[in-house]
């Protein structure tokens, strides 16, 4: 979630509880915060939330608009989040209002912000998908995790379309509805180039059984976010609560369909096919 309104300061208050009572992990996609710094209250959550990881999130692009590690440590900070994520959303950038699109020379830039923070440092999509090529590059310039976050979720382009005042941008971006790489498809590449590394799973997935799919692919963690919004724009908190745990019972009762009784057991159900494809 991001923050910067009462409104969407409550939001994040609400899925921080709910994620503290569960076990989940919260995470802010925090660039407002360094264009308006008097908003940073709405991110202020790790006080509903002592246990759980906090991520704070910013767009890898801005390393190249002058945000460096200076920067990003001040939203940790701020956060007092346990890890850094650096989203690439390049086929966002290009459909919104003034986006910024100039992402050359990204990788020495993440290289360089890895060796300069004590903290771990992730990257993700945002729904067009990361391949195993590309997770590799990321891996070796020092990243701890890759979140694939391939196509089937939440469309940005589309999203973007009713902000933007450029006609043609509209039109354009109808030619792009069904680009991105499958989520499930971005797994095994990553998991394929990067065997021993961390891969988290988002992008389409809305239930407990897509969590469970992901993971027996080859995530070692999965995400949520379109499925549980509107729970999490209700007052009632109680319903947030009640969402996550309704997907992880979803989980239980997949593994319990399939013969699986733990979590590793069902990270382990795919191992032969990497073995066989190695």
Request: glycine share 10%.
């Amino acid at each position: 979630m991001t923050g910067g309104t009462r409104e969407t300061g409550e939001i994040n208050k609400r899925m921080t509880i709910a994620a503290q009572e569960c076990g989940w992990a919260m995470a802010l996609a925090m660039r407002v915060v360094l264009e308006h710094p008097e908003i940073q209250h709405t991110f202020q959550v790790r006080r509903y939330a002592p246990d759980i990881p906090i991520i704070a999130n910013i767009g890898a692009v801005q390393l190249n608009k002058g945000v460096g590690a200076d920067d990003c440590r001040r939203l940790v900070e701020i956060a007092e989040a346990d890890v850094l994520v650096l989203y690439l959303n390049a086929m966002q950038e290009v459909f919104q209002p003034e986006g910024d699109v100039d992402f050359r020379g990204l990788s020495s830039k993440i290289e360089k912000l890895c060796r300069q923070l004590s903290i771990p440092v992730g990257v993700k999509e945002v729904g067009w998908g990361i391949n195993g090529v590309l997770a590799k590059i990321l891996f070796d310039c020092g990243v701890q995790f890759v979140d694939v976050a391939g196509a089937g979720g939440i469309l940005w382009s589309q999203v973007e379309k009713h902000q933007t005042g450029h006609p043609l941008l509209k039109k354009a971006v109808q030619a792009f509805t069904d680009w991105g790489i499958p989520t499930a498809e971005c797994i095994l590449e990553a998991k394929s180039m990067a065997k021993a590394r961390t891969i988290l799973a988002s992008g389409g997935l809305k239930t407990g059984v897509d969590a469970a799919k992901a993971i027996a692919l080859g995530a070692d963690l999965a995400g949520l976010v379109r499925s549980l919004l509107p729970a999490a724009i209700d007052p009632d908190s109680e319903k947030m609560v009640k969402r996550l745990e309704l997907v992880m019972l979803e989980m239980k009762i997949a593994m319990f369909g399939a013969g699986i009784t733990s979590v590793s057991d069902l990270k382990e159900s795919n191992r032969l096919v990497y073995e066989a494809s190695g």
